[in-house]
């Protein structure tokens, strides 16, 4: 089994920043991608980032500039700093991962979210 937690999340003043982490446990081989999603009320769920364990990134063009996500291979763990914050942020975020197991299973996981809102 392969479990994602999330935690940093928060309520946020426009401009502002928050850090939000992730942490990969269980039976884990290797990572490929991890990434940021976000939901927000009535809308889609949404990448916000994602990197490689090589370290290529992308990001949604509405966070560049103000996001920075990394990774850490050998603690399995992927951060999300997020500055300069907008209320358009608000949303419940999820980490996401890609993970081949000990068992050599490649599959696609997701963390429980953790809400984010920026509002004055």
């Known amino acids: 089994q392969v479990q994602l937690v999330e935690s940093g999340g928060g309520l946020a003043q426009p401009g502002g920043s928050l850090r939000l982490s992730c942490a990969a446990s269980g039976s884990i081989f290797s990572i490929n991608f991890m990434a940021w999603y976000r939901q927000a009320p009535g809308k889609q769920r949404e990448l916000v980032a994602a990197?490689?364990?090589?370290?290529?990134?992308n990001y949604a063009d509405s966070v560049k500039g103000r996001f920075t996500v990394s990774r850490d291979n050998a603690k399995n763990t992927v951060d999300l700093q997020m500055n300069s914050l907008k209320p358009e942020d608000t949303a419940v975020y999820y980490c996401?991962?890609?993970?081949?197991?000990?068992?050599?299973?490649?599959?696609?996981?997701w963390g429980q979210g953790t809400q984010v809102t920026v509002s004055s």
């Open positions: 990197i490689t364990r090589g370290g290529s990134i």
């Open positions: 996401n991962a890609g993970v081949l197991s000990t068992w050599g299973t490649l599959n696609d996981y």
